[in-house]
């Protein structure tokens, strides 16, 4: 019995956490992608953070052209 009682309030939490993790504005998203630029644009990053990737990328090469661009030399 204390299995069945135990499976239910995990059952019970789990399904309020799934509640609880469903966007407040009523989104639906149809792609993953979708999810995460929204989820972006609503997260504010700190500004260290922000420093130190603008730091560590400062030395990367440019990215390479795309095989179109350099076929027609656009």
Same mark, same amino acid.
């Given at each position: 019995?204390?299995?069945?009682?135990?499976?239910?309030?995990?059952?019970?939490?789990?399904?309020?956490?799934a509640h609880q993790a469903q966007p407040a504005s009523g989104h639906e998203f149809a792609t993953p992608?979708?999810?995460?630029?929204?989820? =972006?644009?609503?997260?504010?990053?700190?500004?260290?953070?922000?420093? &130190? %990737?603008?730091? +560590?990328? =400062?030395?990367?090469?440019?990215?390479?052209?795309?095989?179109?661009? &350099? %076929?027609?030399? +656009?």
């Amino acid at each position: 019995m204390k299995r069945r009682t135990t499976f239910r309030t995990d059952q019970q939490q789990e399904q309020t956490a799934a509640h609880q993790a469903q966007p407040a504005s009523g989104h639906e998203f149809a792609t993953p992608e979708e999810l995460l630029r929204f989820d =972006a644009a609503q997260t504010v990053v700190p500004t260290e953070i922000a420093q &130190r %990737l603008q730091k +560590s990328s =400062a030395d990367l090469p440019p990215p390479a052209r795309s095989w179109l661009r &350099r %076929l027609f030399g +656009s």
